[in-house]
Each structure stands twice: as structure tokens, then as C-alpha cells.
């Protein structure tokens, strides 16, 4: 009997330690529970957390504004979501939403949402890789107010010419973009993008369509610009590969 006592005073004490334990970190000020939510390293704990009530989620998205990368790969996210955690991260740099083997759900809505985001003009990367959700339409708006956009990762998208003329006109500082199995892109969209992104470094767009020649032809505007994924056929014709 007293050794049941004492162990039913153990439990007693445990559950207390948990108690007091959950109460000393919902006495933490706002700014130190953002510090530390900051430090969470994925997306998936951020929603998690941001889950665990009103308190948590407001804290959720105050730590968002010190991220500079922010990825949902790997996520089933959708536009809402994603939408509302880029807003957030005002001082974002680098902007992530592969799909991945579980899918990311990114649509046009969503990026038309993410596109009025005060960080898109300060975006250096973005990666829209494999989003079979997106058209030109959520496309153009994203990347016509992504000013300041060094990197970008198209590839496996169904965008067309469109797409390439609005990062023309409007990402001057491009050096590298991926177009890989970007089906419904023509050399004139290439030569667009080519002529007016004189930054560009690199372009990988293996798997596309466009006829083989036509790399050659980006060369006499650009030397020194890297084309990856060539086929083999035009690699004696000055092309260069990495």
C-alpha cells in the first residue's frame, strides 16, 4: 500500500514538471518565442508549431522575418499556406517550392498570392521545379516583380515563351536558369532571354525541343555562356558544356 502511494506521488510530481515545464514557455515574451520557433530547420515543424494555438502561429510568422531561405519541398503545401508564410518572411532571399515525391501544390492562385509578397523584389532564388500546377499566368506574375532574381529553376513546368519574355524584361541580373524539359519553349524564347539578360552564366535545357542548332546561335550573342545538356551532336560546333 505505501509503496503505491508512493509511486501514484511520483506520477503526481511528473505530470507537475510537465505542467510547469508547458507553462514556463508560454511565459516567454512574444520576441524570445519567435527566436526560438526561428531556429526550427523545416517547413514542417514551422506548421506544426504554428498549430499549437493563436499564440504559437502569430510567433510562427514573427520568426519568418529573419529567414533569408525558405523551402517547401517535400511538403504537400498548398496555396494559402505557402502564401502566408512567404508574406511573412519579409527579408527572404532565397525561395523554394519543388515539387518532390509528395507534392507541393503550388497553383497559379498561389503564386499570384506569393507575387504581391514584400520579399519577391529582394528574391536572388527562386526554384518552381516540376510544379505541374503552374502556367504563364501565375508564372509572369511572379517573376515580373522578382527584380533583383539571380537564379531561377523552371524546370519540368509546362511554360511557354511567355514565361522567358516576362524574366526578360524584368530579371536584368539573371546568371543561371533551368529549363530542363521545358517542352513548350521555342528558340525565340531562348534568344529573347539570351539578348536581354547580358548576366546570363548559365542555362541547362536539356530535354527541351528546341532544335540543336539553335544553341549555337545563342553563342554568337553571348560567347561565353554555358549550355548544359546539349545534345552531342552540336558539341563540335563551339558549344560550351559543363
Known sequence: MEKQQQQEQQRDGDGGGAGAAEGDIERLPADLLAHVLSLLPS???????????????????RSLASRRRLSFA??????????????????????????????CKITDEGLIKISSADCVGKL?????????????????Q???????????????????????????????NLKSIILWSCRHVTEAGLVALVNKC????CINVGGMRVPPESFVGLLSISPALQIRSIPQIILNAGVQVS
Open 43 to 61: 517547413f514542417r515543424d514551422l506548421s506544426i508549431a504554428g498549430g499549437v494555438s493563436r499564440r504559437w502561429r502569430r510567433a510562427v510568422e
Open 74 to 103: 517535400g511538403q504537400r503545401t498548398g496555396d494559402h499556406t505557402a502564401a502566408r508564410f512567404v508574406r511573412a518572411a519579409v527579408n527572404l532571399r532565397d525561395l523554394d517550392i519543388s515539387r518532390s515525391c509528395w507534392g
Open 124 to 140: 536572388t532564388s527562386i526554384s518552381l521545379w516540376g510544379l505541374a500546377g503552374i502556367t504563364d499566368k501565375g508564372v509572369i
Open 142 to 172: 511572379l517573376v515580373s516583380r522578382a527584380y533583383s532574381l539571380q537564379h531561377l529553376n523552371i524546370g519540368g513546368t509546362f511554360i511557354t515563351d511567355e514565361s522567358l519574355n516576362a524574366v526578360a524584361n524584368s530579371c536584368a
Open 198 to 201: 547580358r548576366r546570363l552564366e
